[in-house]
T-cell receptor, first 108, second 115 residues
């Protein structure tokens, strides 16, 4: 099946810093999503982005489908950004495969 | 409000017991999923269903069973055959899988502990 690799596995930032999270995938996909999992376990949809670039406030994402990677940018990070960020992809087989996540800690 | 409701939030099970986790959605989604998450790890797919009365095994289906008798409901039974069931279980739903633009939505999860 498709392989999804996220990097870095852990990231520690000072409040106000910027960061880039990466998701590599091993096959063509027709669906790619970024999620944020808060400390209580809730998964929040950030972006649906199988290709192109989207922005939502301090967050933006870019997927280069031909090169099989996606990037999530967080600017001016806040402590509330802490948590685990997951990338999930789906192919024509339908089911979504998740990466192992990037754990972000933003210190005040 | 539309969403996905999982219950119970916390569940303790004795070894050898079967337990059933409930998942209900009112988003009118055709596809539903169950994922397992172990501490510090990603999500692994247990079962998924694209339509009522049909479901497929995911990557770690052994020791689990599901049913899909209604569009809104996709309960997961953790059987005694599951050797290490202590984990966080997440239910999700989406529009038909093969449609472009579908987004997966998650419930708040259920914590299962074997005592």
């Amino acid at each position: 099946g498709i392989q999804v690799e996220q990097s870095p596995p852990d990231l520690i930032l000072q409040e106000g810093a910027n960061s880039t999270l990466r998701c590599n995938f091993s096959d063509s996909v027709n669906n790619l999503q970024w999620f944020h999992q808060n400390p209580w376990g809730q998964l929040i949809n950030l972006f649906y982005i199988p290709s192109g670039t989207k922005q939502n406030g301090r967050l933006s994402a870019t997927t280069v489908a031909t090169e099989r990677y996606s990037l999530l940018y967080i600017s001016s990070s806040q402590t509330t950004d802490s948590g685990v960020y997951f990338c999930a992809v789906a192919t024509n087989a339908g089911k979504s495969t998740f990466g192992d996540g990037t754990t972000l800690t933003v210190k005040p | 409000d539309g969403g996905i409701t999982q219950s119970p939030k916390y569940l303790f099970r004795k070894e050898g017991q079967n337990v059933t986790l409930s998942c209900e959605q009112n988003l009118n989604h055709d596809a539903m999923y169950w994922y397992r998450q172990d501490p510090g790890q990603g999500l692994r797919l247990i079962y998924y269903s694209q339509i009522v009365n049909d479901f497929q095994k995911g990557d770690i289906a052994e020791g689990y069973s599901v049913s899909r008798e209604k569009k809104e409901s996709f309960p997961l039974t953790v059987t005694s055959a599951q050797k290490n069931p202590t984990a966080f279980y997440l239910c999700a739903s989406s529009l038909p899988i093969l449609s472009s633009g579908n987004t997966i939505y998650f419930g708040e999860g259920s914590w299962l502990t074997v005592v």
